[in-house]
C-alpha cells in the first residue's frame, strides 16, 4: 500500500515570502499522480497542482511550483510571493494508474500560517 | 460550470440511527469518491463509484454503504451510528481519467 508523509505539523511565513512544504510518499508503482491540495477554514479541499510521474518537468501553477524527484519519491509544494489567502491546511495526495486503486492517499497535512 | 454539490451541510444524529448523505458531481463527470475526515485519521477513502458501479472500497464496516445514479448523483450511507463516526464526510468528482478531483464543501456529521 501507499503512504504519504508531510513532516511539518505546521509552518509559518511571512507575507511575500516563499515558503517550501516537503512531502514524501512509498510506493513501487511507476506510473501515478500526485496532487497539491489546499483546505481553508471554509472546509472545501481546492486542488492547488498536479504532478505526472512520468513527466519529468516540474508542473506550475502562477505562484505555486514543485520540486519532483522521482528516484527521491519527493514532492515539495513551492509557494512564492506568499499571500494572506494562502493560509491553511495544505495536503499532498498520491493517485495510483493501476486499475481498481484509483483513490487519493493523503497525507497528514502541513497547517500553512501567513504572518503580515 | 457548477462545482461539487453536498447536502447537508451539517447533520446531528444520535448513536444507533442511520443516515444518508448525497453528493451531486460537476456535471459530465462519471466518478464519484468519498472521504472521511477526522481530527485522528485524517483524510481516509471510503469508495468509489464509476457509471454507477463501486470501483474501489477502503477499510470500513459494512455498516458504510454507498450508490450511484444513473445521473452520477452519488449517496453514501451510514447504519447504526456510532460516536467515532463523527467526521466531515468529503465527496469528489473526476472524469474519471485521471486528472484532478473537485472536492464539495463537505457534510459535518455529529453523533451524539
Known amino acids: 500500500a501507499q503512504t504519504v508523509t508531510q513532516s511539518q505539523p505546521e509552518m509559518s511565513v511571512q507575507e511575500a515570502e516563499t515558503v517550501t512544504l516537503s512531502c514524501t510518499y512509498d510506493?513501487?508503482?511507476?506510473?501515478?499522480?500526485l496532487f497539491w491540495y489546499k483546505q481553508p477554514p471554509s472546509r472545501q479541499m481546492i486542488l492547488v497542482i498536479r504532478q505526472e510521474a512520468y513527466k519529468q518537468q516540474n508542473a506550475t501553477e502562477n505562484r505555486f511550483s514543485v520540486n519532483f524527484q522521482k528516484a527521491a519519491k519527493s514532492f515539495s509544494l513551492k509557494i512564492s510571493d506568499s499571500q494572506l489567502g494562502d493560509a491553511a491546511m495544505y495536503f499532498c495526495?498520491?493517485?495510483?494508474?493501476?486499475?481498481?486503486?484509483?483513490?487519493?492517499?493523503f497525507g497528514k497535512g502541513t497547517k500553512l500560517s501567513v504572518i503580515p | 460550470k457548477a462545482g461539487v454539490t453536498q447536502t447537508p451541510r451539517y447533520l446531528i444524529k444520535t448513536r444507533g440511527q442511520q443516515v444518508t448523505l448525497s453528493c451531486s458531481p460537476i456535471?459530465?463527470?462519471?466518478?464519484v469518491s468519498w472521504y472521511q475526515q477526522t481530527p485522528g485519521q485524517g483524510l481516509q477513502f471510503l469508495f468509489e463509484y464509476f457509471s454507477e458501479t463501486q470501483r474501489n472500497k477502503g477499510n470500513f464496516p459494512g455498516r458504510f454503504s454507498g450508490r450511484q445514479f444513473s445521473n452520477s448523483r452519488s449517496e453514501m450511507n451510514v447504519s447504526t451510528l456510532e460516536l467515532g463516526d463523527s467526521a466531515l464526510y468529503l465527496c469528489?468528482?473526476?472524469?474519471?481519467?485521471?486528472?484532478?478531483?473537485?472536492f464539495g464543501s463537505g457534510t459535518r456529521l455529529t453523533v451524539v
Open positions: 469528489a468528482s473526476s472524469s474519471g481519467q485521471g486528472d484532478g478531483y473537485t
Open positions: 495526495a498520491y493517485r495510483s494508474q493501476r486499475a481498481g486503486s484509483y483513490q487519493l492517499t
Open positions: 510506493t513501487s508503482e511507476s506510473d501515478y499522480y
Open positions: 456535471s459530465g463527470h462519471r466518478s
